[in-house]
């Protein structure tokens, strides 16, 4: 029997939901050995105050990350999740919520990430900002226009 080409061929990757392949292979051997821990993701359009977190006022998802993730991969995943957010114009502002050593809650802008382009913050990682697992990441989604239909409006059509 003949084999196809596509048979002998293994490629480890994530497959996108619209068919975008993001390649593994660059992984560092050392986080190939790592294991995913479970990271909650609150997220809001517009912005988002520690009064709002601690009044339960944001969304919640829980998603898999390494340390190693790039805040790209995490946009990546809420995309993938969450309908609505496939607008060219909207902007991603990824925060870390941690207690202090005195156990106030204070918050850390980690970067912003661009729905298409690509920019300085995307291809930072969750360790180089110091996030510690048990950590809490904040999304902030907003669109970079004001003169056109508010986000929270599409995402409900």
């Known amino acids: 029997m003949a084999s196809n080409k596509k048979d002998q061929v293994k490629v480890e990757g994530i497959h996108g939901r619209y068919g975008r392949f993001r390649d593994n292979r660059n992984q560092n051997d050392k986080d190939k050995h790592q294991v ?3 990271v909650r993701t609150h997220w ?4 988002i105050t520690l009064e709002d977190f601690n009044k339960n006022q944001t969304q919640e ?4 990350l390494f340390l190693s ?13 969450l309908d609505g957010v496939y607008r060219r114009d909207i ?6 919520v941690y207690l202090d050593q005195h ?9 912003q990430v661009h729905s ?9 990682d969750l360790k180089e900002h110091g996030f ?9 989604i907003e669109t970079k226009s004001q003169n056109k239909q508010p986000i929270s409006q599409i995402a409900k059509e």
């Open 61 to 64: 998802i829980l998603l898999y």
């Open 103 to 111: 156990g106030v809650q204070k918050k850390k802008d980690l970067g």
């Open 69 to 81: 993730s790039k805040l790209r991969d995490i946009v990546d995943q809420l995309k993938y999740q």
């Open 91 to 96: 902007i991603f502002r990824v925060s870390n």
């Open 44 to 47: 809001k359009y517009g912005q």
């Open 36 to 38: 995913p821990f479970l």
């Open 132 to 140: 510690k697992i048990g950590d809490i990441l904040m999304v902030e």
């Open 116 to 124: 298409v382009k690509s920019g300085k913050d995307d291809d930072s």
